[in-house]
Each structure stands twice: as C-alpha cells, then as structure tokens.
DNA sequence: ATTTAACGGTGTAATTTTCACACCTTATAT
DNA sequence: ATATAAGGTGTGAAAATTACACCGTTAAAT
C-alpha cells in the first residue's frame, strides 16, 4: 500500500505572543535576537519546531529556551505564511499566545544563545520588530482583547489574590477604555465566580480593599453547559 | 549581513471546510482521493502548497484544483500538526473555511487527477475521513457554530434572495436546535440589514413567502464601529 | 490633632434585550 | 369547498445593561 511514496520534511517555527500585567500596564515578552537574520533586533519568542514534537509541545520547548519560563498553556491563534516572511526562505510560523502573571515567575533567563536577553515590555510602545512579528503581535492581540469578553482570562494575569480595583485596571488595559466601577463590580460579581476573602491587601496608604480569587471549579460549573468558546 | 545563512525549505499543506446549505440540511463538500495514501478515502479538499505562494493564495488554488470552484474568500481557522497526522512524514496542514451557495455554484468537477470527485456530504453521517480530516471538521465547525452568533456567515449559505423561513431553518440547521419563529424573525429585522423585496418565493404549493435580501452595505454600515470579529 | 490624598465601596431608576407563548391568514391542490 | 401547509403577527414578564454621585476609610504628611 504505501511503497515508494517519498517522505517530506519541514521547516516551520513557533512565535509566541505572552502577555503579562504589571503596575496598571500590559506588556509582552520579547528577546533580544543574538543572530542573523535581524540581529539585535527586538522579536516574539520563536523558533523552529523539530521534527518530532506537536505544535503545542514545541511552543512549551521553544519559550522555555528562550525566556526560561515553561508550562504556559499557550493556545494557538493564527497561522502567517506570506512567502517572503522570512528572508532564509519559505518559513510559515504558528502564533501562540499565554497570558499570564509576571510577578508570579522565575526571573527571565534564556536557556539557548539565540536570545540575548528577555524583557517585559509595555504594549503601548512597542519598538519595531523582527519579521512580521508586528503583524502577528496586532493579530493575536486583537483576539485575545475580543475573547475577553467571553472568556475568563484576564485572571492569569493577576496574581492569585486581587482586589476588584486591579481587575477593572486590567479590563480597562486590554479594552483600552473606561469602564464604570459599580457597573463592572456589580457583573463581575453577579458571576458568582469570584470568592471574596477574609484577607485584604496590605501596604497601600489608603483604605485596603477586599482581595479575590478567581474560583474555577465554579466557573466550570456555572458554564459547562455553554458552547465552549475556544 | 545575510551572508551563508542557510536557506530552509518547507512542506506544508491546506485543507478546506467548505459549508453549503441544501434542502435544510448542512453539508460539506468532500473529495475522493485517487491517490495513496489514503486511496479511495473521502478526504476535505487539501494538498501541498506551493513555494511561492501564500497561505490565502494556495487556498484558493487548492480548491479550485479539486473541486473546480474558485474565488470563495476562505478564512483561515485553525493549524494542524500532529507528528503523525500524514504517514509520509512531517506535514502540518492548516485549515480554511468558507460557507457558500450550493446552487448558485457551477458543477463540482476536479481539475486535478489527484481527486477522483467532489461531492457534497451531509455533516450529520460523515463517513470516515482520510488524515486527521475528522477532527479537522470538528475543529472547523465548531468555530462556525460559535461565529453565527455574532458575525453575518449565514448568509453566504443562501441564495441571494431567500425567506426568513430558511434563513431560521438554516440557523437550525448549524446550531442543531430549534428556534421560535417570532422571536427569531424579530431579531432578524431588528438588525435592520435585511432588505425586504417586493418579489414573492414562486412554485411552492403554500402561501408564498416574502423574499429578502442581505444588504451588506448596510451591515457594514450598522457595524463598523464595533470590534470587528475575525 | 488635623488635614489631605487616594482609593473603597455602595443603589436606583430607565432602558433595552431576551424569552415564552398561540392563533388567524393565505395560497395552492384536490 | 375543503384540506393542507406554511406565512405572518404581539404582548407581557424577566433579565441584563446603562447612566449616574457621594460618603467612608486609611495612612501619610503637616
């Protein structure tokens, strides 16, 4: 049945698009490139996967070794495949996006030479980027800011325990608009998936305010019946 | 500066999800394969992109090669890359999606030798599909499913001019439940893009229902200032 | 001790949207 | 004429969304 059919390789890369939050302000990740092509430049963690490990597994691998930091759970959002992408030839490259907390983790440290170094860096000023990089950032940021609206992820962002304050900064950073706080208190908790706690934040000079969890077992429960949304 | 980088070739396929609507039910359109592997198999119209051409070009061209329609602005949904998915090796294939008008097609007839025919299946009794076609689809319509609540895809699925009552048995028909009739026909209205025709639906054996268009300037118009959802 | 800066926290009324629900009308075929 | 099959229509209840402003608490500064 199969005899002599010729076997195929390829090349293609994994771009990562992760998003922290850190005082009020939305930032990604980026490396500093150490080679060629785009040397010194600014770029999303990539890279290309290898030949024997699924797109998810070499997005884990592929951030890892670039910004030290692994078990993400990135989701893929888009596919770019322009011919002339990538000036070593034809290269397409699957976006991946996280988001996730920035003070709950390590330091940034690249494990592999390709990176020189890895930043946080704000969304509002982003310097130009390698490749298309810009392209796949704007892309990927305009889903994520859509599915916020179905989708409870803005709470990877923050830390385990916030205040309600903080999460209406963050819907405000991504939306990139003002919302008014009874309002969003008042849908936020009708959800019924956030747990209050007794503890309130510590160190501000004013009044402390209550912090939260996000509980997702309730929220499974609450929306398991709904469409999943992606 | 580009001195002695290597340069990287790539294998790389695209598949199609093409939805039509016919005679209440929702199909897709399928190819039988002549050739290993997978010979004889129904498969989703798909192959190897070109070279020199983009992912939306080799789409098109892909499409048309098997199954002779051309120009249906496919949208790309999701990337596939499973280390095994093609027992030829490492390709990863990325999926496209459009919805269309059975009828107002021209005959199904492959240009390629590579598909013996085009057929279109009713989604309700797929057979077994070739590859990883089967979670492909499931993949593909389950975005679909969720993007009729929100974006205007239903109307590519329906002869120009058409009746609320098709238009609801369609939404029936992709949401597989069922819809009440003044609610759903207020709703539709509401939005104010449906033009309402002066023509009558002829040769039904019934009173005739009033026919209506889809005004996309006035989508266009209504909506522009939302968040455009991809 | 008093003041100040900064955020915490709360309620109500109007409007819009969603949902549930049933009957008469019209065109055609017999 | 009558049977058939779908066309077409409205109302009230409930839920969700929006707009809107003030007092309270805390810690730091004076």
Redesign the interface.
């Known amino acids: 049945?199969?005899e002599k059919?010729?076997?195929?390789?390829?090349?293609?890369s994994i771009d990562c698009l992760i998003f922290g939050f850190e005082a009020g302000e939305l930032k990604i990740l980026l490396i500093e490139r150490n080679e060629?092509?785009f040397g010194g430049w600014f770029a999303l963690p990539g890279y290309i996967?290898k030949?024997?490990?699924?797109?998810d597994d070499a997005a884990d691998r592929i951030l890892y070794e670039l910004t030290g930091l692994r078990d993400l759970q990135m989701k893929?959002f888009?596919?770019?495949?322009?011919?002339n992408r990538?000036?070593?030839?034809?290269?397409?490259t699957?976006g991946y996006y996280a988001l996730i907390r920035i003070n709950g983790q390590k330091e940034l440290r690249p494990i592999s030479q390709y990176a020189r170094k890895a930043v946080w860096h704000p969304v509002k000023s982003l310097p130009k980027l390698a490749f298309d990089h810009t392209e796949i950032f704007k892309n990927g940021f305009?889903?994520i800011?859509?599915r916020l609206n179905y989708q409870p992820i803005a709470f990877d962002l923050l830390p385990e325990k916030f205040t309600l304050t903080q999460l209406q900064g963050l819907y405000e950073a991504i939306l990139d608009k003002k919302l008014d706080k009874r309002n969003f208190r008042k849908k936020m908790l009708s959800y019924g998936f956030l747990k209050e706690l007794v503890e309130k934040q510590k160190g501000v000079s004013y009044r402390a305010a209550k912090l939260y969890k996000f509980d997702r077992r309730k929220y499974a429960k609450i929306f398991q019946n709904e469409?999943t949304?992606?």
Chains 1, 2 share one sequence.
């Open positions: 049945m199969e059919l010729p076997t195929f390789e390829s090349i293609f060629e092509p996967v030949e024997d490990e699924s797109l893929q888009h596919t770019f495949g322009e011919v990538h000036p070593q030839g034809r290269v397409i699957v305009g889903k800011r859509r469409l949304a992606e």
